[in-house]
């Protein structure tokens, strides 16, 4: 057996999850093919095969068969194709809608004062029968494909309700039938069109070329001859075209593709900037780090296009109650023929029942509410992540760098056993120099400050939830919480500091305490209001999760008014994400996405702040806040709710239509005309009330 490798194959005719599924299994079927996810936002199938065993005429050929295409094209160019060509099909669709509704008119009018039998005599029936099957042809070649591979559609459905009114002579009612089967289909592809456009619009935003140096001259490049390491030039009003660092000059920058803010931010040397923001003011020369896929932006589409892999419990419903729902209209369509003998009635239930209304009332909205929230730089990983935020009762909160700015400075420095203090610093952070934790920036940062000369550390260990061990000097090092340091509780002075809400860190050598540095961290200004939103929204219990002491952990949870938990080991945190699991309650955790990953992944929804340009914490968490900005919080909750009102409007919607249908259908006060015309309208029912979903304020 060869390597596997994973490939993304571009689908083209799916308009609703019923779809997705008949292109997976047909592709699923191949020998070869160990998994595959079809995503109906982006339009692709994502496969990972074995390329010995599987090719890829095989993978179109499966695809045709299921009744959809893979294009010959390149798929950016395809995309570039369709947006060209995207007035012109709204024109083309509204006239096809006013024409259609005239056509209606006439035969419903016509129907009702017995003109249209008149009209329709006048034609021989086997002409009328023959225009309906070459009308109807591509779609019964569809259905004889779809069963085929044992698959029961809506069209099947429709087509036994055709058939069933040339049975009886009614070739006139058949052809509206057949005319109204186009129109269905329309309106599904234009609903599902309108909630990929959020989706469509991000990766829109996507560069497809940079301004490259090259061998002392500068060339325009397409962004994927670009490579890692080259030197982009960036003007005024460029898009910036890679994720990198800025080598030369200094511009504005607008973020929001990226993080969703608007406001522009100022760059210069040695700053990083990211694909897909745009150069407002001045000019950049930029060395390019990640490229195409792999920067930050190419990430976020990624993640917002497969989002539909992560499906809410809702949405599988909804699926799998769309699997019984054919087959047990086509039981009601046997009933009604078996009392009532009416072959119209019979029909007029096989037309009116709508599955695809039932399962596209979930994704819709799902896809609506992703992409307009990545445009505000909220990455939200699929609907299950947006049903669980939108029950959830339990916020658990980390406390540096997600409560706090991530940015402490030490404000005390005390000498213990008759060191000074300028040694005892230059000790801690000469130990400290290879550690990224927030406190020990800060140690560096004021060892920076004094001037102090450090020296390179031997022998360095990370201890999370701690601190650090260092070999400095031939000296061990010890720098850390209480846990960490033996006799840190006989520091004097360690009570005070920590009752003013600051955090000690601990320094001993050779295991003897000799002294003590106090960080204070500032804490965001918009936490408190955000905190009481969330308890507005219905959240029952938040918790601060922190390793620090109780006296600093308790002046931070009274500012804040939430309950705390102190002295926390990163697997501490995960069990207390469990305990409240077990007790059956829909846990949020928040945190920083590096440090916090365990916890986040655990609970059942864990949000990461600040996460721009952060590959770990983007995979971390699932749901991503493009910026550091605790505003974002409650506007995510706020945003998953009413995702799901509209989700479960929908659902209401089309239950309550479709039996209304299939009762009025079966009684026989529904005819097939009007049945096969009501067959379309849920549709849009359900475009209209997800759309709302695009404009989220």
Known sequence: ?????????????????????????????????ESVNVFLAS????????????????????????????????PAKMESEQRTTEDFTRRILTLFAVVFGFVLFVVVVGEWLGLFEELTARVPFWLGAGLVILAGLPIFRNVIRSALHRQITSHMLMSLGVLAALAVGQWATAAVVICFMYVGEYVENFTTERARRAVKNLTALAPQTARVERDGQEIELPIADVRVGDTV??????????????????????????????????????????????????????????????TTFGHIIKLVEEAEANRADVQRFADKFTAYYLPIVAGIAAVT???????????????????????????????????????????????KYLEALARADVVLLDKTGTLTLGKPQITDVVSLNGIGEMELLTLAASAERDSEHPLARAVRELAREKNLALVAPHEFQSIPGMGIRAQVNDKQIAVGNARLVPDANAAQNARNLEAQGKTLLYVAVQDELIGLLAASDTLRPEVPDAVKQLRALGVKKIELLTGDNERTASALAQQLGVDFRANLLPQDKIAIVREYQKQKHTVVMIGDGVN???????????????????????????????????????????????????????????????????TLAAFGFLPPILAAAAQSLPDLGILGNSSRLLRQK
């Open 43 to 74: 339009e692709k199938a994502v496969i990972r095969l074995d390329p010995a065993r599987v090719e890829m005429p095989a993978i179109r050929k499966a695809v045709a068969d299921a009744g959809y295409s893979v294009p010959e094209t390149d």
């Open 1 to 33: 057996m060869s390597e596997l490798k994973t490939i993304e194959v571009p689908v083209k005719g799916m308009d609703c999850a019923e779809c997705t599924q008949h292109v997976q299994h047909a592709i699923a079927g191949l020998q070869g093919v």
């Open 233 to 294: 030039v960036v003007r005024p009003g460029d898009k910036i075209p890679v994720d990198g660092q800025v080598l030369e000059g200094q511009a504005t920058v607008n973020q929001s593709a990226i993080t969703g803010e608007s406001m522009p931010v100022e760059v210069s040397v040695g700053a990083n900037v990211f694909a897909a923001t745009i150069a407002q003011l001045g000019s950049l020369r930029v060395r390019a780090t990640h490229i195409g896929a792999d």
């Open 337 to 383: 023929f078996l009392i009532s003998r009416n072959p119209l009635a019979t029909a007029a239930v096989l037309v009116v029942a709508c599955s695809c209304s039932i399962a596209l009332a979930t994704p819709i909205a799902m896809l609506a509410s992703v992409g307009a929230a990545a445009q505000r730089g909220l990455l939200i990983k699929g609907g």
């Open 596 to 662: 916090d990953a365990p916890a986040l992944a655990q609970a059942n929804v864990g949000i990461a702040m600040g996460v721009a340009g952060s590959d770990v914490a983007l995979e971390a968490a699932h749901v991503a806040l493009m910026r550091d900005d605790w505003n974002l919080v409650p506007d995510v909750f706020r945003i998953a709710q009413r995702t799901m009102r509209v989700v479960k409007t929908n659902l209401a919607f089309t239950a309550i239509y479709n039996t209304l249908g299939l």
